[in-house]
């Protein structure tokens, strides 16, 4: 008969054990020195075993399957990097971003005590308003905030008149202003932001306006307010303004600057955004999702800036 090969129970044991140990042992040692090459999550992991300083790492990028807005710019203001653009140059429709180059005329050229009257065209101001009434007497800085923190139309050409005697004279200096700082895809043809074949500027040139503006103390101190009551010196009735820009308040270190929207010019935003030293501008031009898109941009550019130190 053929002799089988019987083990007895405790040499068994034995032997099955110290099979589940080696095997246990050959796991732990692959799983070990597979580990040992990668880093651990935010720090660096040298040949002692000690850790070092963290690891940057680059941030997610925006996955879009298709870019939300007509135009884009956002960068860094420190360094003037530019972190994301789309259609930088394409000349649109700006809507009520020209408010930016009014309230800069309004400012280098007009008194804030002064009175200004509210004229029958200023009154008749279509789209957005405040319903302003025809002789009401407002301080020109009060028009500026309902200008420039909800849009206000009749506000904005009460303004402009006043600065300017009427609002022809007044796009004027506009336009020469848009010469003087080199924006040369700019044009104005109305002071508020009405849509215009000859009224257009682009992402890049907005950009380099919103700089210029955010520099007056006047301006950046209006852009940043989410609440405003405004009286005419005239009456008692007030008007309580909320910005239009719904990221105030909401996104730390949001410093404006102003929203626009028109038929034809799409929902637009700019934005100006300072957290730990590092400064932001945002230029979104015709987008449906400007606040969602405002936000991924705002977050995918600060977590760039944190990791090209």
Not at 186 to 195: E, K, M
Not at 223 to 248: C, F, Q, S
Not at 259 to 264: D, E, I, N, P, Q
Request: glycine share 6%; aromatic share 8%.
């Amino acid at each position: 008969m053929e002799r089988k090969d019987y083990c007895w129970p405790s040499r068994r044991l034995q032997r099955c054990r110290f099979g589940f140990q080696l095997a246990l042992f050959g796991f732990f040692s692959i799983t070990l020195s597979g580990l040992s090459v990668f880093p651990v999550w935010g720090k660096e992991v040298t040949s002692m075993g000690m850790t070092s300083s963290p690891v940057s790492y680059v941030p997610k990028a925006l996955h879009w399957k298709r870019v939300p807005a007509h135009s884009i710019l956002l960068k860094e203001l420190k360094s003037g990097r530019v972190l994301y653009q789309h259609e930088v140059g394409k000349r649109l429709s700006p809507a009520s971003l020209t408010k930016i180059m009014s309230a800069l005329i309004i400012l280098e050229n007009g008194q804030l005590d002064d009175l200004a009257t509210v004229s029958k065209n200023a009154a008749r101001a279509p789209k957005t308003h405040l319903r302003l009434k025809v002789g009401e007497v407002y301080r020109l800085k009060d028009l500026l905030k309902a200008m420039m923190m909800v849009s206000a139309n009749d506000a904005c050409l009460a303004a402009i008149e006043h600065v300017g005697g009427n609002e022809e004279q007044f796009v004027r200096l506009m336009n020469a202003k848009a010469t003087a700082l080199a924006l040369y895809d700019t044009h104005f043809s109305n002071g508020c932001g009405f849509d215009g074949p000859d009224h257009y500027s682009t992402a890049e040139d907005l950009a380099k306006l919103s700089e210029v503006a955010m520099r007056n103390a006047v301006f950046r101190e209006v852009v940043k307010e989410e609440r405003e009551i405004i009286t005419p010196v005239t009456g008692y009735r007030a008007y309580l303004l909320h910005n239009t820009n719904r990221l105030l308040g909401r996104i730390p270190g949001v410093e404006g600057v102003k929203t626009g929207f028109t038929s034809k010019a799409g929902r637009c935003l700019i934005v100006k955004v300072s957290q730990n030293d590092r400064d932001l501008l945002l230029v979104i031009l015709n987008s449906n999702r400007r606040w969602t898109t405002a936000k991924s941009l705002i977050d995918y550019g600060f977590r760039l800036t944190n990791t090209i130190q």
